[in-house]
């Protein structure tokens, strides 16, 4: 398309080379610096682009480089799939945590019966099984002038998928959950507590006896709230079918035992999500670091490709 410069190499180890060449941040920079934009938005044609100047080795020096970086590329780019998958893992393992907490309760030999609902299965036999119109209440937020939030401020703003932003004015307060109304990520749940503003893209999730505002969340998170979005332009979730579904409801004790072990054990998952990431961070770090290094010769590649060290 029109969006995009095509660059013809003279030979295939060209092509490659100026693969690794125009994805480092020297180059990058270089990009930026020639890029026009006179009108307001930056734009690179054939002629700047030919102005970006780049270092090019000796012809066998290139084959050198580019069996060094497709080793060592290669080899970064299975560990960071490693810690992909292992975010995956974990977040699998925390969505089964959650549902089987908020649906079977922690006693594992209480005695169980047929809830009726599909999505729930057997739940306790002293459980309750109501609509969820019967305990909380769901309302859309308010809707607010973009102009109206700012990077800092008083209060935080919710939108449909966590906060937007802040504000200096304030529409709620108090401890709530909140489910995203609007967009591809609909029927996600936040919390917010204190004073914030909640925007017409968050439901927020009012109770109408003493529950925890904990439980309420997670039992909202199992509930896969996203399948009962209206297909559209834009998917949305309808507040009156979400209000009318099943759901299970424990004692206030036994929701509150179930929010505090869930706290517990949630907050374990996400520290080791949070070292996969990081692992994942610092590793891209290292492969950005190592082509650029490589292509503007910081490395030998020669003496690599010999068996010695870097």
Not at 42 to 45: G, H, I, K, P, Q
Not at 162 to 166: A, K, L, T
């Given at each position: 398309s029109n969006f995009m410069q095509r660059l013809r190499p003279k030979t295939k180890n060209h092509s490659r080379f100026l693969f690794f060449v125009l994805n480092n941040p020297i180059a990058r920079e270089q990009?930026?610096?020639f890029s026009n934009s006179t009108t307001g938005l930056?734009?690179?044609?054939a002629s700047v682009i030919g102005?970006?100047?780049v270092a090019v080795p000796p012809e066998d020096e290139i084959e050198h480089l580019l069996h060094f970086l497709d080793i060592e590329t290669s080899q970064t780019d299975t560990l960071i799939a490693k810690q992909e998958r292992l975010i995956a893992l974990l977040q699998e393992k925390r969505q089964s945590l959650i549902s089987h907490a908020v649906t079977k309760g922690l006693n594992p030999d209480v005695p169980m019966k047929d809830s009726g609902i599909e999505w729930l299965g057997e739940v306790p036999e002293h459980w309750q099984v109501l609509k969820l119109k019967r305990i909380a209440s769901l309302k859309s937020g308010s809707g607010i002038n973009s102009d109206l939030i700012e990077p800092e401020g008083d209060y935080s703003v919710f939108g449909g998928n966590?906060?937007?932003?802040?504000t200096d004015k304030y529409s709620h307060e108090g401890h709530y959950a909140l489910i995203g109304r609007q967009g591809a990520l609909c029927g996600n749940v936040n919390y917010a507590e204190g004073r914030f503003w909640a925007s017409e893209h968050a439901v927020v999730v009012s109770p109408l006896k003493d529950l925890s505002i904990k439980w309420l969340g997670e039992m909202l998170r199992a509930m896969?709230?996203?399948q009962y979005s209206i297909s559209a332009a834009q998917p949305g979730l309808s507040v009156e079918a979400v209000s009318n579904l099943f759901v299970p409801c424990p004692s206030l004790p036994e929701q509150q035992a179930i929010a505090t072990f869930l706290n517990q054990e949630t907050h374990k998952i996400?520290?080791?999500t949070d070292k996969?990431?990081?692992a994942i961070t610092i590793l891209k770090e290292r492969r950005t670091a190592l082509i650029s290094a490589a292509v503007t010769g910081k490395i030998d590649v020669r003496a690599y490709m010999n068996g010695n060290p870097l």
């Open positions: 990009f930026n610096y930056a734009n690179l044609n102005q970006v100047r966590g906060i937007r932003g802040y896969n709230l996203n996400d520290k080791l996969a990431q990081n």
